[in-house]
């Protein structure tokens, strides 16, 4: 959108960003932490010497901000970037943590067990009681076995109900225990920006999700940049009171019952949104390319254009076959999707190569897992 040469460091060797007319270059990094630390360090190093300085790096995943936690001066030797403080930084990246520091800094957020108190504790805590990882990365086994192979958390009716399940015993120490704030996922909110090295927030901008999959704890499907003066002061709160730095995202989620906002986490690094809030008006990866790069800051406030969405077609099309017997129709689903105005995930019209190899990709296993059903005697 801002005409800035991108190259794409990815993991994935099919990633299909690499086919985007806006991706200079692609560098395949080893999954492997240190080894992934050290091919984006070799490549900083060439981009300084063909630039004469260092560049901005983006970061969109908790992996990636692993990775650079761990080698944080070398990486910030050869690119541009603004990390919390390094304490603040790791306790946005644990759950166990980050419940202890809103605890320490006035921030409203879900009573949660810490994981060293005695299960008897969970008697004082009020149900339906929630479960979730314990950290941000490699949980996905904890997904597939507790959270039906989707989901990003489940909630327990009764404490009962929580101890009696075949796999809580085991994976205890790996999980977190909270009070299940209920709320539509129309509830589920949240607060973007992008503050400098001193903590002064630059831009900002709010959001809702409109849909997920699955209907709870799923992934977002349709969501929506949105004008909400609560969740914009609020927002701004938490970021004083914790000092955050570079780019962040604050999940929040209103109870239905009290109306009351709570925090249920935060991402310090680029995310999907980022990409409707550029659509909107608020770019907030350029604002801090312009800041790291040119030192130059947003001359004005900005302000969002309200109701810009963000859609992954195929995860909303999920979205409304689960939901679909409890009232959403057809028609409502298509004029939910078919508004203007929309972003997509995998698709732009000025850039169709992302989506054109997703959908060959597609096909062609859909292809051939009917083939080898055929040869194995059921039917396709």
């Not at 086919?19 to 360090?41: C, F, K, N």
């Not at 349709?222 to 955050?244: C, N």
């Not at 770019?283 to 790069?293: E, M, Q, R």
């Amino acid at each position: 959108m801002a005409g800035i040469p991108v190259i794409l460091a990815t993991r994935d060797p099919d990633d299909i960003s690499r086919h985007s007319r806006y991706v200079q270059a692609t560098t395949v990094l080893p999954a492997e932490r240190d080894q992934g630390a050290a091919a984006l360090i070799a490549l900083g190093d060439r981009l300084c010497a063909a630039l004469g300085r260092r560049a901005l790096l983006v970061y969109g995943s908790d992996k990636d901000l692993d990775l650079i936690y761990h080698h944080r001066k070398e990486l910030a030797d050869r690119f541009l970037f603004v990390l919390n403080d390094e304490e603040l930084a790791w306790s946005l990246l644990d759950k166990e943590r980050f419940s202890r520091l809103c605890v320490a800094a006035g921030v409203r957020a879900p009573r949660t067990l810490d994981p060293s108190e005695d299960l008897s504790a969970l008697a004082s805590m009020r149900e339906p009681l929630l479960i979730k990882p314990r950290r941000k990365t490699a949980w996905k086994d904890i997904q597939r076995e507790l959270f039906g192979g989707h989901a990003k958390a489940r909630v327990f009716a009764t404490r009962r109900d929580l101890l009696d399940h075949p796999s809580f015993a085991r994976l205890r120490g790996e999980l977190l225990i909270q009070e299940h704030i209920e709320g539509a996922t129309s509830d589920l909110l949240s607060f973007h920006g992008f503050a400098d090295t001193d903590g002064n927030l630059l831009a900002s901008f709010c959001g809702r999700k409109v849909r997920t999959f699955p209907a709870f704890a799923g992934e977002s499907s349709l969501i929506e940049v949105a004008h909400d003066d609560e969740v914009d002061a609020m927002g701004k709160d938490v970021t004083a009171r914790l000092g955050l730095k570079g780019p962040f995202k604050i999940d929040l989620i209103r109870d239905a019952h009290t109306g009351m906002l709570y925090v249920l986490e935060i991402n310090a690094r680029y995310t999907l949104w980022h990409y409707v809030g550029a659509a909107s008006g608020v770019n907030l990866p350029v604002i801090a390319y312009d800041l790291l790069v040119h030192g130059r800051r947003p001359e004005t406030s900005l302000r969002p254009e309200a109701r810009r969405r963000w859609l992954n077609f195929y995860r909303d099309w999920l979205a409304f076959r689960e939901q679909r017997d409890e009232g959403l129709t057809l028609g409502a689903w298509l004029l939910s999707v078919a508004r203007p105005g929309t972003v997509y995930e995998a698709f732009a019209w000025r850039d169709p190569a992302p989506f054109a190899r997703w959908a060959s990709s597609a096909v062609a296993r859909k292809v051939n897992y009917g083939a080898l059903r055929d040869r194995i005697g059921h039917s396709r």
